[in-house]
């Protein structure tokens, strides 16, 4: 059973640049969220969903944007890339309110 | 406002000691509390969780604790060994759907 995957694994962007990531949860999983992590902190809750929506989110901007499949997996969207925005980014599934599966992340540097 | 610290600096320890780390937070009420290992540039890795109402958790060689009253963790690895070398993560449960408010985490370092 595979875990949760994400991809790209590594991405390269210019400053006011879009950048979608991708996320697949682990099977039997119909949540996910993502989280970004500046380096040298813990990871920030963006947003999290569920059944296709938007169920709960953190205190980013609107140029942060999301989506959920109907097989659950999910893309982050990015829009106009500032400088502050290279971080790991983190997708995690879980199936019920508890323990989350991270993936392993996608690291986007914003030059 | 609303903080969650941890051991700013790493923690140094030899193999075979007992490693405790500290987790506190301030103006949080969270129905549970977690626990993650990270390894560079990987994902987090659950560990532990415990609700506000039990007062200790064990795994294998982990152990933690939830003062409610303290508004504090401790994470113990007894029998520590190089392998345990990893960052740690301490996470609340803070708006429902189990999200999770991150601390900054705590580098352990076990030498041999």
């Not at chain 1, 790209?8 to 949860?25: A, D, E, F, N």
């Not at chain 1, 169920?55 to 659950?72: A, E, L, T, V």
């Not at chain 1, 971080?87 to 690291?107: K, V």
Request: glycine share 8%; charged share 20%.
């Amino acid at each position: 059973d595979a875990g949760v995957t994400q991809s790209p694994t590594h991405l390269i962007k210019t400053r006011g640049q879009q950048v979608t990531l991708r996320c697949s949860p682990k099977s039997g999983h119909d949540t996910v969220s993502w989280y970004q992590q500046a380096l040298g902190q813990g990871p920030q809750f963006i947003f999290q969903y569920y059944e296709e929506e938007e169920r709960q989110r953190g205190n980013f901007p609107d140029r942060f944007s999301g989506h959920q499949f109907p097989n659950y997996s999910s893309e982050l969207n990015v829009n106009a890339l500032l400088l502050g925005d290279s971080a790991l980014y983190l997708c995690a599934s879980s199936p019920t309110d508890n323990e989350q599966f991270f993936g392993p992340g996608t690291r986007l540097t914003v030059l | 406002s609303q903080k969650i610290e941890q051991n700013s600096e790493a923690l140094n320890i030899q193999e075979g000691k007992t490693a405790t780390l500290t987790c506190n937070y301030t103006n949080y009420s969270p129905a549970y509390l977690q626990w993650y290992r990270q390894d560079p540039g990987r994902g987090p890795v659950f560990l532990l969780l415990i609700r506000e109402n039990e007062k200790e958790k064990r795994k294998e060689r982990l152990k933690v604790t939830f003062d409610t009253t303290l508004k504090q963790s401790l994470f113990h690895i007894t029998a520590s060994q190089p392998a345990d070398s990893a960052t740690y993560l301490c996470a609340l449960e803070t708006g429902g759907y189990s999200t999770l408010t991150f601390g900054k985490g705590t580098m352990l370092l076990v030498s041999p």
